[in-house]
């Protein structure tokens, strides 16, 4: 039986998050995204539309911060906001805390008025939520991340784009939520997140106790699926050849016949 490791795992998770959205334009921020995205677009979605994270639409698929090998168009940073408000686009964000409503807050920790430490700021977040498909990509599950309530709202969750009306509301569409220990939605009772499946080596009982707020759970979880020699190929060879993928999930090694842990 081949070996994958951990991260190997989480870009499939990635790539599965964007495998049904058919011609849209993927936004992936960070490594892992990234990776997941082009890999989707090597196999499962062939229509996806992906950039160079800067000006360029690409025609080719090239390993993780190459040089674009296929330019199909142009797309300079004012035009992105143009397609944030009207396209069709679906963005995978980080997030420094998430809530059991899906909120994320990429802003800072602690007051809003006098927070004990400065993030990102908000930046695209709240437009994101509200006008795209977004995902949220998590390297390290714990406690402090997944928190009962975020310290500040940066991207907007179901249940608070509804409170605030159809504005907010109309295509506010939390898809997945991937981090280093499962899938999740933001689909269980009254808006909040539910766990889709758990990595291979990693059981319930640890998602749960890594995560600050009571998870929705339906039935037994399923194991999130495993890479296929061909999805590892590309993974390894193609796309990220310089194993950059290990710097956000440490190597953990699996056997593609390995069962979670009880």
């Excluded at 007051?111 to 930046?123: E, I, N, V």
Aim: hydrophobic fraction near 40%.
């Amino acid at each position: 039986m081949s070996e994958f490791s951990r991260a190997e795992v989480c870009a499939i998770a990635v790539a599965d998050a964007f495998k049904d959205d058919g011609e849209i334009f993927a936004s992936p921020m960070g490594t892992m995204p990234m990776l997941g995205v082009r890999l989707a677009k090597l196999t499962s979605n062939p229509d996806l539309v992906i950039s160079d994270g800067e000006s360029l639409f690409l025609g080719g698929t090239p390993p993780l911060f190459a040089k674009a090998d296929v330019v199909e168009g142009w797309i300079p940073f004012r035009r992105v906001f143009d397609v944030v408000a009207y396209g069709k686009r679906h963005v995978m964000m980080g997030a420094t805390q998430v809530d059991r409503h899906g909120n994320q807050n990429i802003s800072a920790i602690g007051d809003f008025a006098q927070p004990k430490r400065q993030l990102l700021g908000s930046r695209g977040a709240p437009g994101n939520t509200v006008n795209n498909r977004t995902s949220y990509w998590v390297p390290k599950h714990n406690s402090r991340v997944f928190v009962e309530q975020v310290d500040i709202v940066s991207g907007v969750g179901p249940k608070r784009a509804k409170e605030a009306g159809p504005g907010a509301s109309k295509y506010n569409d939390i898809h997945r939520i991937v981090s280093n220990l499962g899938v999740f939605d933001v689909r269980g009772p009254d808006d909040t997140v539910r766990l889709l499946s758990v990595h291979p080596g990693v059981s319930v009982e640890e998602v749960v106790e890594n995560t600050g707020f009571a998870l929705a759970i339906d039935g037994d979880v399923p194991v999130t699926r495993e890479p296929t020699e061909t999805e590892l190929m590309l993974i390894r060879n193609v796309l990220d050849p310089r194993s950059l993928r290990d710097r956000e999930v440490p190597p953990v090694a699996l056997r593609q016949d390995q069962e979670p842990k009880a």
